[in-house]
């Protein structure tokens, strides 16, 4: 049985989110001052009615005992402010306390890193909330922003509902990353070279190898052992296990990079060393995070490695099969990413001139 903070921390819906936005214009000037002022009985009782305070002391838990981990810089205003906006917002959304009150606080950071007065209308402006989901947080995922984003909005709905007549700026219009230059990828291998210790040297020369390589995913680099990487008369290649196991053939341009990256790994052990965590897939982002440099990023490695292909004319059944994609949907994005062909290629291409 749950103990009962932890139950109602994950309670996903509490309810609709009229009555607070409602009184939206009325609660807003109140933001950061629920607990540091004397209001009047009415709005005591609306504060009731709206927020946190309308739940059992066990669902107030996690606004009432938050404490901002350290390098946020809120100060005690800063605090106040993203206790009282999600104790009257997160109540009324589908998002836990927990989530909302994490998101807040890196987004009010970063709100007040730019200057924004603490107030209601600035702060919860879909402008500001657009403007940080495009253009904060780049190292992480689309939907990862897409989450941020939409726990953000949903308090802003209920904080200033006056304000979301538009619809934002799309965050995805089915398009895919492109793949990395030459010049660019030639200084990542700089990169390699230039961090800061011999473990963090082998994983960067892990993650280039083996993504940029053989497109291998952050999930599955955590997987890989030295045994899985064969070297016999067909190359190198990479015996990627998991869901989508698979051989895939290292990139000749690599090859000469396994060695050093060999010799560091026993067999028996992970390529990638131990890793603490549970989830792996942000293994990658969790380390060039804190790297020496100007890191890449895995997936634009691993489609700088399927376009390689691409160009190279590697046939796309092929290809799907290397990539462990079942369909053409990623593959057919990274298309306008590749070089034009020039008119006589073209024609001698459709007429078949290249497979004789």
């Known amino acids: 049985m749950p103990q009962p903070d932890i139950f109602y921390l994950r309670i996903q819906k509490l309810g609709p989110t009229d009555v607070a936005r409602t009184h939206a214009a009325t609660l807003r000037p109140l933001l950061g001052r629920f607990r540091t002022h004397t209001h009047p009985k009415r709005t005591e009782r609306l504060l009731a ?51 909302c009150i994490n998101y807040t606080a890196r987004y009010v950071h970063w709100c007040r890193m730019r200057g924004y007065p603490l107030t209601a209308e600035s702060i919860w402006s879909p402008i500001s909330i657009d403007l940080y989901s495009t253009t904060a947080n780049l190292d992480r995922t689309e939907g990862t922003r897409r989450n941020y984003r939409a726990v953000l909005m949903r308090i802003s709905e209920t904080l200033l509902p006056e304000a979301h007549p538009d619809k934002v700026t799309a965050l995805s219009k089915k398009a895919t990353i492109e793949p990395y230059t030459a010049e660019e990828m030639a200084g990542f291998r700089d990169w390699a070279g230039m961090q800061l210790t011999p473990l963090k040297s082998h994983r960067a020369l892990l993650i280039l190898v083996l993504c940029a390589g053989a497109g291998v995913r952050t999930s599955e680099l955590a997987q890989l052992r030295a045994e899985h990487i064969v070297r016999d008369h067909a190359g190198t290649l990479v015996d990627i296990p998991g869901d989508r196991a698979r051989v895939v053939p290292l990139l000749t341009e690599w090859e000469e990079w396994v060695t050093p990256m060999l010799e560091r790994r026993p067999n028996t052990e992970l390529l990638w060393g131990n890793i603490a965590r549970r989830d792996t897939n942000n293994i990658v982002s969790a380390f060039t995070q804190y790297s020496n440099g100007t890191p890449p990023r895995s997936d634009r490695l691993r489609n700088t490695w ?22 053409l949907n990623h593959i057919n994005l990274l298309l306008k990413h590749l070089p034009d062909i020039d008119e006589a290629q073209y024609l001698r291409a459709l007429r078949g001139e290249s497979q004789r």
């Open 306 to 327: 399927m376009a390689t292909h691409l160009v190279a004319g590697t046939p796309v059944k092929m290809l799907m099969r290397a990539a462990g994609v079942e369909t």
């Open 49 to 99: 009615k709206c927020s946190y305070a309308s739940l059992p002391p066990e669902a107030r838990a996690m606004t009432e005992t938050w404490r901002p981990a350290e390098g946020f810089g809120l100060g005690p205003e800063g605090e106040a402010f993203v206790r009282d906006a999600v104790s009257i917002a997160a109540p009324h959304t589908a998002y836990s306390a927990k989530l």
